[in-house]
């Protein structure tokens, strides 16, 4: 079935780099725009970039411009979120999320499961 | 764009209908027609859910319980009988412009 899958999560030191991978299975990954979600704990639902079907657009939170970096790979039907700089705020579980439809990102889904980054010293 | 949702708690009974409110700074209102306003359900321990797009339209496999209205800059999501099942915290978002921005949530519990 259509779905999304994240992996990379753990716990990490301040100031230290992490990256989080996205892996979409059974539609035409290369086709539809794609987003991370973060949830700090207790928390709800911050935005935090998009990237377009073909990795040409790619939009930022403000809260994390010029410290995350969102790509993908279609060969691999992969999409990735850098994050350098990181701080204990940004602890939080990361989904992705897949554009429900191909021209613009009309709504997010489905969702994947999640993974947790911790940033703790 | 701000988003707004109200009441931020909602204690519901069985049976009974539930209303949630979502106010946008702006409208949401795209030239062609459509408002760009979402509605999710993250139920406990789950990732959330998409229920409603284009203000109006039930996602796949909604049941048709769940029903949203609105134009602009103001939405309502209602359920016209609650279930056990639609325990959650619901969360409206707009996808007119990024930044894409959620609402802080309703809990609705039984």
């Known amino acids: 079935q259509l779905q999304v899958v994240e992996s990379g999560g753990g716990v990490v030191r301040p100031g230290r780099s992490l990256t989080l991978s996205c892996a979409a299975s059974?539609?035409?990954?290369?086709?539809?725009?794609m987003h991370w979600i973060r949830q700090a704990p207790g928390r709800g639902l911050e935005w935090v970039a998009g990237?377009?079907?073909?990795?040409?657009?790619?939009d930022y939170a403000d809260s994390v411009k010029g410290r995350f970096l969102i790509s993908r790979d279609n060969s691999k039907n992969k999409m990735f979120l850098q994050m350098n700089g990181l701080r204990p705020d940004d602890t939080a579980v990361y989904y992705c999320?897949?554009?429900?439809?191909?021209?613009?990102?009309?709504?997010?889904?489905?969702w994947g499961q999640g993974t947790l980054v911790t940033v703790s010293s | 764009i701000v988003m707004t949702q109200s009441p931020l708690s909602l204690p519901v009974t069985p049976g009974e209908p539930a209303s949630i409110s979502c106010r946008s700074s702006?409208?949401?209102?795209?030239?062609?027609?459509?408002?760009?306003l979402n509605w999710y359900l993250q139920k406990p321990g789950q990732s959330p859910q998409l229920l409603i797009y284009?203000?109006?339209n039930r996602a796949s496999g909604v049941p048709d319980r769940f029903s949203g209205s609105g134009s602009g800059t103001h939405f309502t999501l209602k359920i016209s009988r609650v279930e056990a099942g639609d325990v959650g915290v619901y969360y409206c978002?707009?996808?007119?412009?990024?930044?894409?921005?959620f609402g802080g949530g309703t809990k609705v519990d039984i």
């Open positions: 990237v377009s079907y073909d990795g040409g657009t790619k």
């Open positions: 284009f203000g109006s």
């Open positions: 059974e539609f035409n990954f290369k086709s539809y725009g």
């Open positions: 978002m707009q996808a007119l412009q990024t930044p894409l921005t």
């Open positions: 999320a897949k554009a429900m439809t191909t021209v613009t990102t009309v709504a997010l889904d489905p």
């Open positions: 702006q409208s949401l209102l795209h030239n062609n027609g459509q408002n760009y």
